[in-house]
């Protein structure tokens, strides 16, 4: 299974408003609403931030929004600080009752 | 509060077998709304889905290192381990345990609880 397509990196200003983009097929992102999105500062355990596509868990930002169209998810990061500054990927479920994680973004803040 | 710890060595000679355990506190692993798996990052890389198991012992593994891995669960111990056998230095990484949610009422398809994981090193 190939890794689903994220954009190496994506920078913006504090309070500026970033989208990244997970693009995978038919048979993961675009045939499941199980795609969920993971923050991750080095050196520490990655923390989930949405699942099955748009929801928050509690305790996470309203900042944080996603969505999925077709066979691409995006995540929106609103009113960028910098502890936002961290490595995103996305994951999702596919047809051979497996997961796949995205190839990762690193977000700078600048 | 659910935590999760990873033990093990931290260096693996080249075709042997690695040997990791995550030990679940503060929860059951028995549960029907969970399964139970391991996540790794290769240094400079990003994250890579190992594998899988249900407390009842049933499996899910990638398919690129299906031939390679086992994962089993003590439901007695509240632990599951991760065997990876003929390594090599591609399988230098940070290995991390995690909590899949897959019942109703749970974040479905998400991994919402990991371990803070550990490095694995494979050199002679």
């Not at chain 1, 930002?61 to 990061?77: H, M, P, Q, V, W």
């Not at chain 2, 060595?9 to 969970?34: A, F, M, N, Q």
Request: proline share 5%.
């Amino acid at each position: 299974q190939s890794a689903l397509t994220q954009p190496a990196s994506v920078s913006g200003s504090p309070g500026q408003s970033i989208t990244i983009s997970c693009t995978g097929t038919s048979s993961d992102v675009g045939g499941y609403n199980y795609v969920s999105w993971y923050q991750h500062h080095p050196g520490k355990a990655p923390k989930l931030m949405i699942y099955e596509v748009s929801n928050r868990p509690s305790g996470v930002s309203n900042r944080f929004s996603a969505s999925k169209s077709g066979n691409t998810a995006s995540l929106t990061i609103s009113g960028l600080q910098t502890d936002d500054e961290a490595d995103y990927y996305c994951s999702s479920y596919t047809s051979s009752s497996t997961y796949v994680f995205g190839t990762g973004t690193k977000v700078t803040v600048l | 509060q659910m935590q999760l710890q990873e033990s093990g060595p931290g260096l693996v000679k080249p075709s042997e077998t690695l040997s990791l355990t995550c030990t679940v506190s503060g929860g059951s692993i028995i549960s029907s709304s969970y399964y139970w798996g391991w996540v790794r990052q290769p240094p400079g890389k990003g994250l890579e889905w190992i594998g899988s198991i249900y407390y009842t012992g049933s499996t899910y593994y990638n398919p690129s290192l299906k031939s390679r891995v086992t994962i089993s669960v003590d439901t007695s111990k509240i632990q599951f381990s991760l065997r990876l056998t003929s390594v090599t230095a591609a399988d230098t990484a940070v290995y991390y345990c995690a909590r899949r949610a897959s019942g109703s009422g749970t974040p479905l398809g998400a991994f919402d609880i990991w371990g803070q994981g550990t490095m694995v090193t494979v050199s002679s």
